[in-house]
């Protein structure tokens, strides 16, 4: 420790550094280790996923919507493994039932000691288990959430990505483009397509090699023709506001004089540094496609029979509104959790890993 | 200025001409063209018709005179309601569609602006927490839940509101709250968080300490600045409320265009279809450019160009 001087400026709790010329000796000597330890930063250097987890656990909200959503996929992909009927078994003499109400046959086989699993919700005119039809409809809704906004995501991030990387003229007229596709009303055009499409599309699935067509359903490929052609804007626009602020920095300027290709620059440097916000638009996507599919099915244009959707399951239980409200309300409610645990979902992941983004 | 609005008009064109043109590419992709219909025509009828339509032509002839008959506003004839003109069958059916529509848009936007306001004002007291959680629940809530909940509620449970048709006041009730359920909550989730936004402004402050009186600060300086997300949101309302309405007049057998567009789609009638589709699109784009050349009028702030 220097002797006190009458000018010095602190800079720790007992140190000071005296005001004058001279050149203390002290402060060429080398550190000993309890000095070398003090330098070390207390705390553990936290990564961005982390970070970002940890501040999504604090959510109380978003992680009971984690929980929910986390329910849904267990309720919609596991249990109807484990469900006794299939949601396009009919079950002869089992038509209209209420919930939990036995048919004549299967009381008989009750009485016989064997084992028959109550219809939870009843069945349908035809004798189809209605849970097994909202479970089946919900798993449907879901995976046109998720492959829809799969869609999006890569179209729209390599789009905005392209526009953002090489900016001047390739990036005004990809934007022009956006510009005219965000313009353009987009359920009237997967109206007009659904409708227009189900001829050519039945006709392609004829032919060898396209049989998936006939399993996935006409309505279905439709909406994700849709989701392509016009949906990925608003993530397009995003990436490339993202990119445009990350080419100046100095890792591109490096991966660049080190002669990394373009395409190597944006999927390695580029991509991966707006990951947050491509999760967070991705997640917030899900539940607005959802609402799409809901919106198409519940008008007879999306997913083709026997396959139920939750849109579709309400728009047939409408006719009996009076004498089976429960029909109805199942699967609006289903719905309704889905969308609404999802939009919370994305909102917490934006909070925790995006906070810039927050609208 | 000028440019801006003659850019946004541009690409408010182009996106016209676009939609038509697909539209008329979309329609060599029904099976047996425009005639097609339960009973067949026979070979010498079709090619009478055919003739009579032009169909016969090249296909650029026929894209040409098309495009002209769309310039002139000729959208075409109904296949099912023979004879119909497709402008007669819209502009019998549009004012019914409007009379809901326009309340619901109007309904959404108040009520939007108010409870996003009281919200704002109150954060974080019991109030806030109860719009802003009935808000997050009505954009989650598809507009056919809407729709059936209300109807099973308030039409069949309690027998207060007549369930179909359009011929009193009470009718209007239902539809005019399941269009603009899902508006209103999202205009009350934008208002809460543009409020609080501006309320924390530097003017506001200013306002206050030279003694302005609480409500003149609130509605001459909060709300004038804490409005304006709200005007851009305005051209989605309208796209919102048009498709919004082909369920809500299917639910509550309504004879508006939303009805007449589904029947169409119901019993292929490709004409009403096209031209259904190409009106509402032609409607849907100009609003949205009105509303972005509208938005940058109005607020000085934003940079012109």
């Not at chain 1, 906004?149 to 990809?174: K, N």
């Not at chain 2, 509101?161 to 009470?170: A, D, H, M, R, V």
Request: with cysteine; hydrophobic share 50%; net charge positive.
């Amino acid at each position: 420790m220097s002797q006190k001087q009458p000018f010095a400026i602190k800079v720790g709790p007992d140190k000071e550094i005296p005001l004058n010329f001279h050149l203390n000796p002290e402060d060429f000597e080398p550190a000993s280790d309890s000095e070398k330890e003090e330098l070390v930063t207390m705390r553990e250097s936290v990564s961005f996923w982390s970070d970002g987890i940890r501040r999504f656990r604090k959510n109380k909200l978003a992680m009971a919507s984690l929980v929910v959503v986390i329910f849904m996929m267990f309720f919609s992909f596991v249990l109807p493994r484990f469900y006794p009927y299939h949601y396009a078994q009919q079950i002869r003499g089992s038509e209209g039932l209420a919930p939990f109400e036995y048919s004549e046959t299967e009381l008989a086989a009750k009485e016989a000691g064997e084992k028959v699993f109550p219809h939870v919700l009843g069945t349908d005119t035809l004798g189809r288990d209605i849970m097994a039809r909202i479970m089946m409809g919900s798993s449907v809704s879901i995976l046109v959430g998720l492959v829809a906004s799969a869609i999006i995501l890569i179209i729209g991030s390599t789009f905005g990505a392209i526009a953002g990387y090489f900016g001047g003229w390739v990036d005004i007229i990809m934007m022009r483009i956006v510009d005219i596709i965000y313009t353009v009303p987009d359920f009237l055009i997967i109206i007009l397509l659904s409708v227009t499409l189900k001829h050519p599309l039945m006709a392609l699935a004829e032919k060898p090699g396209f049989g998936w067509i006939n399993r996935v359903g006409v309505g279905l490929i439709s909406i994700f023709i849709v989701f392509s052609l016009l949906y990925w804007v608003g993530m397009a626009r995003i990436v490339r506001g993202q990119v445009l602020a990350l080419k100046e920095q100095e890792y591109i300027a490096a991966a660049r004089a080190l002669g990394a290709s373009h395409s190597r620059i944006i999927r390695k440097h580029l991509l991966t540094n707006c990951i947050g916000t491509l999760i967070v638009t991705t997640t917030l996507q899900i539940p607005s496609s959802i609402f799409t599919e809901s919106f198409l099915s519940f008008l007879g244009l999306g997913v083709s029979a026997p396959m139920p959707s939750l849109g579709s399951l309400a728009a047939t239980a409408l006719d009996g509104i009076y004498t089976y409200p429960y029909r109805l309300f199942a699967p609006a409610v289903t719905i309704s959790i889905i969308i609404l645990a999802f939009n919370l979902l994305g909102d917490g992941l934006r909070d925790a890993f995006d906070p810039k983004l927050k609208s | 200025m000028a440019k801006y609005i003659v850019k946004r008009m541009a690409i408010g064109m182009v996106t016209l001409l676009i939609v038509s043109t697909v539209t008329f590419f979309l329609m060599f992709l029904v099976p047996g063209g425009p005639f097609l219909a339960e009973k067949a025509p026979s070979a010498a009828t079709l090619k009478a018709l055919e003739e009579k339509y032009g169909l016969d032509k090249p296909v650029p002839v026929q894209y040409k005179n098309y495009m002209l008959r769309l310039l002139k506003g000729d959208l075409g004839t109904s296949l099912k309601q023979r004879g119909r003109e497709v402008n007669d069958i819209i502009f019998t059916r549009l004012p019914v569609s409007a009379r809901v529509g326009g309340w619901a848009i109007l309904v959404a936007v108040v009520l939007g602006v108010t409870l996003g306001s009281v919200a704002a004002l109150n954060r974080g007291k019991a109030i806030d927490n109860v719009i802003v959680f009935l808000s997050t629940c009505g954009i989650a809530v598809p507009g056919f839940v809407v729709c059936t909940v209300l109807m099973y509620f308030l039409g069949a449970k309690l027998n207060i509101l007549p369930t179909f048709g359009l011929t009193s006041y009470k009718h209007y009730i239902m539809p005019v709250i399941a269009l603009s359920f899902y508006p209103m909550s999202y205009i009350s989730r934008l208002m809460r968080s543009c409020m609080l936004d501006v309320l924390g402004q530097d003017y506001m402050r200013t306002a206050k300490a030279k003694g302005v009186s609480q409500w003149a600060a609130l509605f001459k300086h909060a709300l004038r600045n804490a409005i304006l997300p709200v005007v851009t949101y305005l051209g989605p309302l309208l796209a919102y409320t048009l498709t919004g309405s082909f369920i809500v007049e299917k639910i509550f057998t309504i004879p508006g265009l939303g009805d007449s567009f589904i029947s169409s789609i119901t019993g292929r009638d490709y004409p009403l279809i096209m031209g259904t589709t190409i009106f509402l699109a032609f409607l849907v784009i100009t609003m949205n450019v009105v509303v972005d050349i509208v938005y940058k009028l109005v607020d000085p702030r934003i940079k012109l160009g």
